[in-house]
């Protein structure tokens, strides 16, 4: 299976200021037609997780620019900018190249 | 607008079956693919498999981890979608999912757990 191992557990941020989460595969999710396979999702406190990035850089329908995707082929990068008390959750990484789909073990996100 | 609403869970013992439902509505039912993921508390998602859509002919795939015991179908004049699972254990225990495609929309979610 494909690991996807994210770091930090744990991140504490003023609102207004920005965070990065970062999410490393075991093996390269770019796909021999060019696209690279992560997901970024958000799970709010009590709700299921919703998508937010998808095939590495694509925003989400309905998901506010603030967020981005970026990252080469093992590893990858979320960015909220300017976040807001609304960001508060957990986030994953997940790939979705091959069987079985995995995700990361998740980064909380927190306000100061 | 999207909606898909799990149903069917609750309280099973160690060895038992439980079917799940998932109504789907607000979209083509056919012409997606649909997901079952399941979520222990406190921890990340599990991937369980998906069926296909029309135009792949609703094959399955599912993780090696549940491969045997559980079932994926969809009854598509209904636009519901099931997952069966059989010989239960305490492991089983979670929040299931399903999701919609490449998973850009998941239900609220039902409790499964398994228990003596």
């Known amino acids: 299976d494909i690991v996807m191992t994210q770091a930090p557990l744990s991140v504490s941020v003023t609102p207004g200021e920005s965070a990065s989460i970062s999410c490393r595969s075991s093996?390269?999710?770019?796909?021999?037609?060019?696209?690279?396979?992560v997901y970024w999702y958000l799970q709010k406190p009590g709700k299921s997780p919703q998508l937010l990035i998808y095939?590495?850089?694509n925003l989400a329908s309905g998901v506010p620019d603030r967020f981005s995707g970026s990252g080469s082929e093992t590893d990858f990068t979320l960015k909220i900018s300017r976040v807001e008390a609304e960001d508060v959750g957990i986030y994953y990484c997940g790939q979705l190249l091959e069987n079985p789909w995995t995700f990361g073990g998740g980064t909380k996100l927190e306000l100061k | 607008e999207v909606k898909l609403l799990e149903s069917g869970g609750g309280l099973v013992q160690p060895g038992g079956s439980m079917r799940l439902s998932c109504a789907a509505s607000g979209f083509t039912f056919t012409d997606f693919y649909m997901n079952w993921i399941r979520q222990p508390a406190g921890k990340a998602p599990e991937w369980l498999g998906f069926?296909?859509?029309?135009?792949?002919?609703?094959?399955?795939e599912y993780n090696p981890s549940v491969k045997g015991r559980f079932t994926i179908s969809r009854d598509n004049t209904q636009n519901m979608l099931y997952l069966q699972m059989n010989t239960l254990r305490a492991e089983d225990t979670a929040t299931y999912y399903c999701a919609r495609g490449t998973t850009g929309d998941w239900g609220q979610g039902v409790m499964v757990t398994v228990s003596s």
């Open positions: 069926i296909r859509n029309k135009a792949n002919g609703y094959t399955t």
């Open positions: 093996k390269s999710l770019l796909h021999s037609n060019g696209i690279t396979y």
């Open positions: 095939r590495m850089s």
